[in-house]
């Protein structure tokens, strides 16, 4: 099983990304897929969740401005991130999750996740 991101790179403020994330081992469809963040001295937070359903959440610091989708033909999970802030500056980490995890209130929590990509930096100046 294997994740591998990307698309990061440096934006300017009020830029766009979008990241990818593509998957060997694993169906998307058969899981909880989340986007996680790690600024330098921070915690690592929950951005965004895609269930087996195809249903989304997002963090409240990027509800409006980011978007999670599939593309199931090629395996793929991309965020689509606007109007970036300097503050959205991290690395940037998929994980997969059993399907249950995105339906309850631990679907932000970093422990749920067994499987992790190597991630992808993103900066906003």
């Known amino acids: 099983v294997q994740l591998v991101e990307s698309g990061g790179g440096s934006v300017q403020v009020a830029g766009s990304l979008r990241l990818s994330c593509a998957a060997s081992g694993i169906t998307y469809g058969s899981y909880c897929m989340g986007w996680f963040r790690q600024a330098p001295g921070k915690e690592r937070e929950g951005v965004a969740t895609f269930d087996s359903d195809g249903d989304t959440s997002y963090g409240d610091s990027v509800k409006g401005r980011f978007t999670v989708s599939l593309d199931s033909a090629n395996n793929t999970l991309y965020l689509q991130m606007d109007n970036l802030r300097p503050e959205d500056t991290a690395m940037y980490y998929c994980?997969?999750?059993?399907?249950?995890?995105?339906?309850?209130?631990?679907?932000?929590?970093?422990?749920?996740?067994?499987?992790w990509g190597q991630g992808t930096q993103v900066t906003v100046s």
């Open positions: 994980a997969a999750a059993t399907t249950g995890v995105c339906m309850g209130d631990l679907r932000f929590q970093r422990n749920q996740y067994g499987v």
